[in-house]
């Protein structure tokens, strides 16, 4: 029996809309209405086999679109946050004009979907399918995918995977790992009762995952994994597959130190630990697993990890780095994994701005593999309070890709998750989510009640049996091994616990750093400041600095750049004066790329320039092809720039470029704020990575952040990069002289010279610190700040501190100090009025705070009998409050404050309101004489 869905008037009618059906893409075509004879013609077999199939195939595209929220996902069984619903409208039968009496009905299943190969079916056993694949204990989210033929990909992939087979050693195997996971957990909680270690219990499938994946990555010919972890079973993937020494763990929760004894460093709270390690799956290399470190802020390491596999494939050559194989696809050799709690994905913002850049040029790394590791509940937080979407992978939506939701409670279907995550990943090179739903068997920590807040479900969790005590008595219930067997494993991994605790009283840590590419690198002194040699031949600089405006002889270069960029630019070079900002830039990163390092500068609009100065990709006018010179100084040229106009993002973009700076000493990674305040939205990356990387982690970074400063009237949120806040991160000594040791270089450099001396500082130094430039607006273009080709001559280097040479030392009464481009309104300040008195020295580096360069220059001025410290910033930012006590106690020095008054708002919004507060602090740094 077969039914005519409504809506339908007659057989032939139904006959009619069949026949312009387009099974493939389940749309409707516009062929040529048939004619009255060829309808008759049709027989009544055919028209019910036709509406049969129409039918059938509705339905199939129901359970692929609808089947997941059928599935058995929910471990626990609450149906938590709607998740688990019996029966769904969009899979009734009646609803496709079917009923029980067609289930025998044999049916023609091409165009509709392939079982086993089989072309033919009855629709009970497609239906038997469809309810394994789509709402069993593994399902997918697919319907939402733009593209037809990945769908149709992916659901004929899912579709012939089911049942889930694995052979008996595989399972052994896991069962294995499972029942020392929970081992691991249990032993913890006897040995260290105090110890927050965020056990994975509950999640105890996630190591059968993670077991899966390194397996498939191994087959699929990958040899790097770069990882990110939240912190719920982390201890329990480092020490059970990881190779963590476990002595070490031990060591670290009786609270002594992970680091070698000789290591200078903070070190980090236990759920923070890494490894890099080489695993033996059996493929032609061993697979490299790389754990970045992960701050208290969940999600914040995305970007970083995702930045670090770029790096890797940037180090390897792979896919668009590649100079010898141009056909090499991005993500090859190295791909990404990360792990997140179910609430931070959805909740937080970084998650966002990480998936915002997956399909981004300069930011894609070949498709990551996602795997939450859903516990229903954030802290105390249960799921239908967490998030307003049905999911907590719903935000993965907005990049396209597919989501496998999977039972916990079920390892083998959470291994083919992962199988089938890596399949897809590695075929269509895009992100797919693994959403794993399991339970946390304690609370938060294991120091935490949870039945305060979840009392039903921590009934529920309580009273079941851990996940592989399950998987173990299906395995002996099933002959596939002995009781025996798995006890004689325990015992004797719980023999290995105990030696290892044994051992832990005198672990001395020998993990190492600096090794591999970074072998060349030191650490800094903390005793000294270097001077680096940084200059170049005359010869050399007008090669480079003609290399960077020259285009090739059909290009079609914007008429205005042909004599503002590329003609100045030429001629400056040649009189070998008024170097600006933007050509001290190339010339720098020019003859670092000559030398074959790679440089790579990021943010917002930075091809251009914020300020339309740099020009470092120029735009065909006809083609709109991109053209960057800098990438064509000679034919066997190794470095290469590259120039990333990011999407308009901080937090992730920052996040990801440090990930970059800390793959590889010998890339020189610059990060553009659009405006110096907005490193703001970043924030979480400068406090948890970039200030205190090193310090925690040993992981030395020369990440550049340029941040345009300087008050000129744009207002409160375009005026000050808050280089109070950097000055506030630094360890910067207040009663000792500073050395290179410090945390991160601050600068306020004057005049593109010192800019191009820093940036090849950068690169020609023996170690790697972020470098912070308090970078320029209005001297981007000043005359007066201009810098000649001598100033980056061989023998030149970046000036800490540059005196004043205009003043005759003898007639100084008055020494003021200043940074960055305030002195060029200090010194019009000075000529305007004519002062003789009041030399004006600027410091070009904060920190390390340049104590001797200033004692060099004091020691000029044995008449001096005022020191004043003048900026334009408001007093309660700006260097006042740093500087302030190192004069006092490294120099004896008692400074005067000259600038704005406190204010809570970094400037202020109103012109005369600007200019009136501009003149008051101008005037009182020169106070015009008595009289006038």
Request: glycine content about 8%; overall charge negative.
């Amino acid at each position: 029996m077969f039914r005519i869905p409504r809506g339908c008037l007659s057989k032939q009618n139904l006959a009619f809309r069949l026949s312009r059906y387009h099974s493939k893409t389940g749309c409707y075509g516009f062929r040529p209405k048939p004619d009255k004879t060829t309808i008759r013609a049709e027989s009544e077999e055919a028209i019910k086999n036709q509406v049969l199939n129409s039918n059938l195939l509705r339905l199939v595209t129901a359970y692929r679109k609808h089947g997941h929220r059928k599935a058995d996902l929910d471990p626990l069984n609450m149906r938590l946050h709607n998740l688990n619903l019996a029966e769904l409208t969009e899979l009734r039968l009646d609803l496709y004009g079917l009923e029980e009496a067609d289930m025998n009905t044999t049916i023609n299943l091409e165009g509709i979907m392939h079982l086993n190969d089989q072309k033919e079916s009855t629709l009970k056993e497609v239906i038997g399918r469809l309810e394994k694949a789509y709402c069993g204990q593994l399902a997918v989210e697919l319907h939402h995918l733009s593209d037809e033929n990945e769908k149709l990909w992916l659901s004929d992939l899912v579709e012939k995977s089911t049942p889930c087979s694995m052979d008996n050693s595989r399972q052994k195997h896991i069962a294995k790992l499972l029942l020392r996971s929970e081992a691991f957990d249990n032993f913890l909680g006897r040995k260290f009762m105090t110890v927050k270690r965020y056990s994975g219990e509950g999640a105890e499938s996630m190591m059968a995952f993670f077991d899966e994946f390194f397996l498939q990555s191994s087959k699929a010919g990958l040899n790097q994994v770069i990882m990110g972890m939240q912190h719920r079973g982390r201890l329990n993937l480092l020490t059970t597959i990881l190779k963590y020494p476990v002595a070490q763990m031990f060591s670290k929760m009786k609270g002594n130190s992970e680091l070698p004894p000789h290591v200078q460093a903070t070190g980090d709270v236990l759920s923070h630990l890494t490894s890099s390690v080489d695993l033996d799956y059996g493929g032609q290399d061993p697979l490299h697993v790389t754990m970045l470190p992960n701050p208290s802020h969940l999600e914040a390491c995305n970007p970083v990890v995702a930045g670090k596999a770029r790096g890797r494939q940037m180090t390897l050559k792979e896919g668009d780095y590649s100079i010898d194989d141009k056909d090499a696809r991005i993500g090859d050799k190295v791909t990404c994994l990360l792990v997140h709690g179910d609430a931070s994905f959805a909740g937080q913002g970084i998650v966002s701005e990480t998936l915002g850049m997956v399909n981004l040029p300069h930011y894609e790394v070949g498709g990551t593999v996602h795997l939450i590791v859903n516990n229903q509940v954030g802290f105390t937080t249960p799921a239908d309070r967490a998030r307003s979407s049905l999911y907590s992978s719903d935000i993965a939506k907005m990049i396209d890709c597919p989501t496998i939701h999977v039972n916990g409670n079920h390892p083998e279907e959470v291994a083919r998750a992962a199988m089938l995550a890596l399949e897809y990943r590695m075929k269509y090179r895009k992100d797919v989510v693994v959403d794993m739903f399991c339970y946390r068997r304690w609370g938060h920590n294991e120091l935490d009640d949870p039945t305060f807040t979840n009392p039903a479900m921590y009934s529920v969790i309580t009273n079941r049996q851990s996940v592989p005590t399950q998987y173990a008595n299906k395995l002996t219930d099933n002959s596939i091994i002995s009781h025996e067997a798995l006890k004689e494993d325990l015992a004797a991994f719980n023999n290995m616990l105990n030696d290892e605790l044994r051992k832990s009283d005198e672990w001395v840590s020998q993990a190492m750093h600096l090794e591999g590419r970074w072998k060349d690198m030191v650490v800094a002194s903390s005793g000294a400041v270097t001077i680096w040699d940084t200059g170049l031949p005359l010869d050399t600089l007008q090669f480079v600095g003609a290399k960077s405006v020259e285009v090739p002889a059909d290009f079609n270069i914007h008429s205005h750049l042909k004599k503002t960029h590329v003609n100045a630019r030429l001629a400056k070079l040649k009189e070998g004066t008024g170097i600006d900002w933007a050509t001290a830039e190339a010339l720098a990163l020019g003859s670092l790329l000559y030398q074959g390092f790679h440089a790579r500068i990021s943010g917002q609009d930075v091809g251009r320039g914020t300020f339309s100065h740099r020009h470092a990709m120029l735009i065909d006018q006809k083609t709109e092809e991109m053209y960057i010179p800098l990438n064509n100084l000679r034919e066997d040229q190794t470095g290469f720039l590259e120039v990333c106009n990011s999407h308009l993002s901080e937090e992730g973009v920052l996040g990801f470029e440090y990930g970059m700076s800390i793959e590889n000493p010998n890339h020189l990674i610059i990060w553009e704020a659009q405006f110096g305040d907005f490193f703001n939205g970043a924030q979480i990356i400068l406090d948890t990575f970039v200030s205190s990387g090193e310090t925690k982690w040993l992981l030395q970074s020369g990440l550049v952040m340029l941040l345009p400063h300087g008050y000129d009237g744009a207002g409160p949120e375009h005026s000050s990069c808050r280089v109070e806040r950097f000055l506030q991160m630094t360890d910067s000594k207040e009663e000792e002289a500073d050395g290179d040791a410090v945390n991160m270089h601050i600068v306020n450099p004057t005049t593109p010279a010192q800019y191009f001396h820093l940036l090849r500082q950068q690169m020609m130094r023996n170690f790697r610190k972020p470098l912070i430039i308090v970078a320029p607006k209005l001297l981007l273009r000043l005359p007066a700040a201009m810098s000649t080709l001598h100033d980056m001559s061989p023998g030149t280097h970046f000036m800490p501190v540059i005196g004043d040479t205009s003043m005759n030392p003898t007639e100084v009464r008055r020494v003021m100090f200043c940074s960055g481009k305030h002195y060029y309104s200090l010194l019009k300040r000075r000529e305007k009025t004519g002062n003789t008195d009041t030399a004006i020295i600027r410091l070009e580096a904060l920190t390390p705070f340049p104590m001797d360069a200033i004692r060099d220059e004091m020691r000029r001025y044995p008449g001096a009998q005022e020191f004043v410290w003048s900026q334009e910033e408001h007093r309660n930012m700006g260097a006042w409050t740093f500087v302030a006590p190192r004069f006092q106690n490294l120099l004896g020095v008692k400074l005067a404050y000259v600038g704005r008054r406190e204010l809570a708002a970094p400037a202020v919004g109103i012109g005369k309101l600007h200019a009136q507060e501009e003149e008051q602090v101008l005037g009182a740094s020169f106070p015009s004489k008595s009289g006038e």
